[in-house]
């Protein structure tokens, strides 16, 4: 089992920044990719970044990319988002997930990985 806890999340307004962090714990953290969804009210969850186990490779939705990062610190079992310019549309919860498994094909997917946090809520005024 791997326990995540996000943090980070808040309320701000468009054009701030803000930078999300998820702790894990249970399992050897630099096994796991490691990827980050969020999901607004009345809409599915979606995908945002991943990054796999040494931080070498990451990948972005369209909508993200330019203005947000995905790193990891392998010590300090912890994946972080960097979020920039930040838009209202950005406004949902956001989820930190891992799987030690996951292929490029299906990180996109919620369906295909296999742990999940309790989310953070980000909030972004117009």
């Known amino acids: 089992q791997v326990q995540l806890v996000e943090s980070g999340g808040g309320l701000v307004q468009a054009g701030d920044s803000l930078r999300l962090s998820c702790v894990a714990s249970?399992?050897?953290?630099?096994?796991?990719?490691m990827g980050w969804f969020r999901q607004a009210p009345g809409k599915e969850r979606e995908f945002v970044s991943a990054?796999?186990?040494?931080?070498?490779?990451?990948y972005y939705a369209d909508s993200v990319k330019g203005r947000f990062t995905i790193s990891r610190d392998n010590a300090k079992n912890t994946v972080y988002l960097q979020m920039n310019s930040l838009k209202p549309e950005d406004t949902a919860v956001y989820f930190c997930?891992?799987?030690?498994?996951?292929?490029?094909?299906?990180?996109?997917?919620?369906?295909?990985?296999?742990?999940w946090g309790q989310g953070t809520l980000v909030t972004v005024s117009s």
């Open positions: 249970g399992r050897t953290f630099s096994n796991y990719a």
């Open positions: 997930a891992a799987d030690s498994r996951i292929i490029v094909s299906s990180m996109r997917e919620a369906s295909a990985w296999d742990y």
């Open positions: 990054i796999n186990w040494s931080g070498g490779s990451t």
